[in-house]
């Protein structure tokens, strides 16, 4: 089994920057292509981006495409989501997500075997 722990939510004002982390443990070598999910209150999950295993690969959505920036370190066995420029829209609840099946990042939830529990992200206007 893996487990994903978030951490680094909070509340910031709008322009300001934060960064996630996901820590993975248990059966890590299991796992291939990581990412980023969000969920706002009344809203489905939606995609902010993923990475490949090697950190060669990324995809963003387009709302967060050029200010957020995703990366991994596999040696700490963590990936991290670099939030520049946030806006209020960019309110939500933030899950970290692997997969051992495909080892390019992909659009839909129902592609990654493994998530966090989340941690909350507030911006403020």
């Known amino acids: 089994q893996v487990q994903l722990v978030e951490s680094g939510g909070g509340l910031v004002q709008a322009g300001d920057s934060l960064r996630l982390s996901c820590a993975a443990s248990?059966?890590?070598?299991?796992?291939?292509?990581m990412a980023w999910f969000r969920q706002a209150p009344g809203r489905e999950r939606e995609f902010v981006g993923g990475?490949?295993?090697?950190?060669?690969?990324?995809l963003y959505a387009d709302s967060v495409k050029g200010r957020f920036t995703i990366s991994r370190d596999n040696a700490k066995n963590t990936v991290y989501l670099q939030m520049d420029s946030l806006k209020p829209e960019d309110t939500a609840v933030y899950f970290c997500?692997?997969?051992?099946?495909?080892?390019?990042?992909?659009?839909?939830?129902?592609?990654?075997?493994?998530w966090g529990q989340g941690t909350q992200v507030t911006v403020s206007s």
């Open positions: 997500a692997g997969s051992w099946l495909y080892n390019s990042p992909r659009y839909s939830s129902q592609d990654y075997n493994y």
């Open positions: 990475i490949n295993w090697s950190g060669g690969t990324t």
């Open positions: 248990g059966r890590t070598f299991n796992l291939y292509a």
